[in-house]
C-alpha cells in the first residue's frame, strides 16, 4: 500500500530513554544483575537528552526499574552469601 504522498512523522523517543525502559524491565524479569547497571546508564543519559529529543519518561521509567533491579541483585547475593548458598556450588 502505497501512503499517497502522506509521510509518517519519525519517532521523536530518544533511543537511550527506550533502550533504559527494555533493560529495566529485563533488569526486574531475570533478577537484575546483568541489565540493571545498563538500564541506570542508559536512563541517565536518556535523562540528559531528553530536552532536545524527547523521552524523559520513559528515560525515568527506566532507570527506576534498573535501580530497583540491581539493589534485589544485590541484596539477594548479600543473602545468599550469608546462609551459605555459595559453598555447596565452590566446594568450600
Do not use: E, H, N, W
Amino acid at each position: 500500500m502505497t501512503s499517497r504522498g502522506r509521510t509518517t512523522p519519525a519517532s521523536r523517543t530518544d533511543p537511550m530513554a527506550m533502550a533504559s525502559l527494555c533493560c529495566g524491565i529485563a533488569g526486574l524479569l531475570v533478577a537484575g544483575v546483568v541489565p540493571g547497571p545498563p538500564a541506570i546508564v542508559s536512563g541517565v543519559v536518556g535523562k540528559r537528552q531528553a530536552p532536545a529529543r524527547g523521552g524523559a519518561g520513559m528515560a525515568r521509567a527506566g532507570l527506576v526499574p534498573g535501580v530497583i533491579a540491581l539493589v534485589l541483585a544485590v541484596v539477594m547475593i548479600i543473602v545468599s552469601a550469608a546462609s551459605g548458598g555459595f559453598t555447596r556450588y565452590v566446594g568450600g
